[in-house]
């Protein structure tokens, strides 16, 4: 399997007063295409911090984050700024929807700003792959909790990414529709041979997972 995103010997340090508090021992990961990968632990065990480093958001103390083989945590904040838009998918808890677009709107916001011509027949593939093609003209704000995160792995597949982040995605929904989205999820990951590190409090859904990380206390290893 192609390793898509990893992490070689990167630690993270933060200054508290005098003291040097280290967020994030030195680490080692790597995420291969077709691979959904978990990442929990408890609040304040270096999660966010892990995450954000991979997605470029910080700069680690020492080591490196390579995508598809190439430096990324060394490139300037522009330089970043380009992988993450045309590299990266992101799905947040509260599903990272423009209240003011459609589902439909949401997708082509991409082309606007890279100046590309919208892919019809891909959108309308997800948006049926998805189950919300019925929804693509309605607002945020006119979707249930699971037809807000079902648009919003749509909006993360849209740009063909390599690697996709999702952050507590299922914190807001029902059981029932928690097991839908990462089932889709999964299934999406495997399917388009992304790269998929989702962050959750939810064990439930562990078994859609291909492999389960720790981190407590900014050690992070991997559950067996």
Request: hydrophobic content about 40%; some cysteine.
């Amino acid at each position: 399997m192609k390793p898509v995103i990893e992490m070689i010997n990167v630690s993270k340090d933060f200054l508290q007063g005098d003291n040097v508090i280290r967020a994030l021992k030195q680490t080692n990961f790597t995420a291969y295409e077709g691979e959904l990968i978990a990442i929990i632990g408890p609040s304040g065990s270096g999660k966010s911090t892990f995450l954000t480093i991979l997605g470029g958001l910080q700069k680690p103390t020492t080591g490196k984050v390579l995508i598809n083989g190439k430096p990324f945590s060394e490139l300037d904040n522009n330089q970043k700024s380009k992988i993450r838009l045309n590299e990266i998918g992101f799905i947040l808890q509260a599903s990272n929807l423009i209240p003011f677009l459609t589902v439909k709107e949401q997708m082509v916001l991409y082309n606007n700003i890279t100046k590309t011509k919208p892919n019809q027949a891909w959108m309308d593939e997800l948006f049926v792959k998805l189950g919300v093609d019925k929804l693509k003209n309605k607002y945020p704000n006119e979707l249930s909790g699971g037809e807000r995160q079902r648009s919003a792995i749509a909006k993360a597949l849209y740009h063909n990414p390599n690697v996709i982040f999702a952050d507590e995605p299922t914190a807001s929904l029902d059981t029932n529709k928690a097991y839908e989205v990462v089932k889709l999820l999964a299934k999406e990951t495997k399917e388009q041979k992304k790269a998929t590190i989702m962050v959750t409090h939810d064990e439930r859904l562990l078994e859609y997972c291909d492999k389960v990380y720790v981190i407590v206390d900014g050690i992070l290893t991997q559950r067996t």
